[in-house]
């Protein structure tokens, strides 16, 4: 079991968690379901979400597995009718489900650095942009529309985006992602305005960098070196490491608690290891 960092008793809640077949969001269900609530941990990988599940189950704790595609919403809508049947209306949901494609990424940081060969802005894919908005944005707001229903009936509830450091500065190469983290901040403040009358909160956590699946490539060699681009994201982070996926379950927690965050709502927490305070020098 992991050591929580907060002793917040969500006994009773149901927290639904998209992405959780991914490290980040897999960590957060199971700390949901360490801490008392009944899981639904949904993911385009089934097999990960039922393993998730098991694993949760087998330490005597309630989570559920479910295959999901949060950019369909019909099919969307009959996972919600399953997770009302076998746990129970949403209480919290966190929209966790996102990432970026290589098709709207470039292979140089500044076009005049360009070598021939090398995918630059102008060779982006519109069909990967495309993708990678639709992916963040819209499977946040798919998701919102399916499970925040069950939140205004029964006038209380939570939403928690996954917003990211890009979103307040964009990174060099995926333009596509920076954009569409930006756009999932403006959601955020939207939405907490938009469900404010209705006993809804929504805020968001921005990560820093953290080591996954995703850019496990782009961050160190096949040697387990840093690369460059590591290196200089480690040179502009105070702290000189990158965040654990763990580290990220205060904030999780503290915003989704509605006695220590009953005020709080359209905020976006970096969580990032000093990365946003530093000016570098």
């Given at each position: 079991?992991?050591?929580?960092?907060?002793?917040?008793?969500?006994?009773?809640?149901?927290?639904?968690?998209?992405?959780?077949?991914?490290?980040?969001?897999?960590?957060?269900?199971?700390?949901?379901?360490?801490?008392?609530?009944?899981?639904?941990?949904?993911?385009?990988?089934?097999?990960?979400?039922?393993?998730?599940?098991?694993?949760?189950?087998?330490?005597?704790?309630?989570?559920?597995?479910?295959?999901?595609?949060?950019l369909e919403a019909e099919a969307l809508?009959?996972?919600?009718?399953?997770?009302?049947?076998?746990?129970?209306?949403?209480?919290?949901?966190?929209?966790?489900?996102?990432?970026?494609?290589?098709?709207?990424?470039?292979?140089?940081?500044?076009?005049?650095?360009?070598?021939?060969?090398?995918?630059?802005?102008?060779?982006?894919?519109?069909?990967?942009?495309?993708?990678?908005?639709?992916?963040?944005?819209?499977g946040t707001l798919i998701p919102t529309?399916?499970?925040?229903?069950?939140?205004?009936?029964?006038?209380?509830?939570?939403?928690?985006?996954?917003?990211?450091?890009?979103?307040?500065?964009?990174?060099?190469?995926?333009?596509?992602?920076?954009?569409?983290?930006?756009?999932?901040?403006?959601?955020?403040?939207?939405?907490?305005?938009?469900?404010?009358?209705?006993?809804?909160?929504?805020?968001?956590?921005?990560?820093?960098?953290?080591?996954?699946?995703?850019?496990?490539?782009?961050?160190?060699?096949?040697?387990?070196?840093?690369?460059?681009?590591?290196?200089?994201?480690?040179?502009?982070?105070?702290?000189?490491?990158?965040?654990?996926?763990?580290?990220?379950?205060?904030?999780?927690?503290?915003?989704?608690?509605?006695?220590?965050?009953?005020?709080?709502?359209?905020?976006?927490?970096?969580?990032?290891?000093?990365f946003a305070a530093y000016s570098g020098?």
């Amino acid at each position: 079991m992991m050591n929580l960092p907060l002793n917040i008793d969500f006994s009773g809640k149901v927290v639904v968690v998209t992405g959780a077949g991914g490290v980040l969001c897999g960590t957060m269900a199971r700390a949901f379901a360490q801490a008392g609530a009944k899981v639904a941990a949904l993911d385009l990988n089934e097999e990960s979400v039922k393993k998730l599940a098991e694993e949760c189950r087998a330490e005597g704790f309630i989570c559920e597995g479910y295959k999901a595609n949060v950019l369909e919403a019909e099919a969307l809508e009959s996972v919600h009718q399953q997770v009302l049947k076998d746990l129970g209306p949403c209480d919290i949901l966190v929209n966790g489900a996102g990432g970026n494609n290589p098709r709207a990424t470039t292979d140089n940081e500044y076009q005049h650095e360009a070598k021939e060969g090398q995918k630059t802005f102008f060779d982006l894919e519109s069909s990967g942009v495309d993708f990678v908005f639709k992916l963040n944005f819209q499977g946040t707001l798919i998701p919102t529309q399916v499970f925040a229903k069950d939140m205004v009936e029964k006038k209380s509830g939570c939403i928690l985006n996954i917003s990211s450091m890009n979103a307040y500065t964009p990174l060099t190469k995926i333009p596509a992602y920076s954009g569409a983290k930006a756009a999932i901040s403006n959601f955020t403040q939207w939405l907490a305005t938009h469900f404010a009358g209705t006993g809804i909160r929504c805020n968001a956590i921005a990560p820093g960098f953290l080591v996954s699946k995703q850019n496990q490539a782009l961050l160190f060699n096949p040697d387990g070196t840093p690369t460059a681009r590591s290196e200089k994201i480690l040179k502009g982070t105070p702290m000189n490491r990158f965040v654990e996926s763990e580290e990220l379950l205060g904030g999780v927690f503290f915003l989704c608690d509605d006695r220590s965050a009953s005020a709080i709502t359209g905020v976006v927490l970096p969580i990032d290891g000093g990365f946003a305070a530093y000016s570098g020098v």
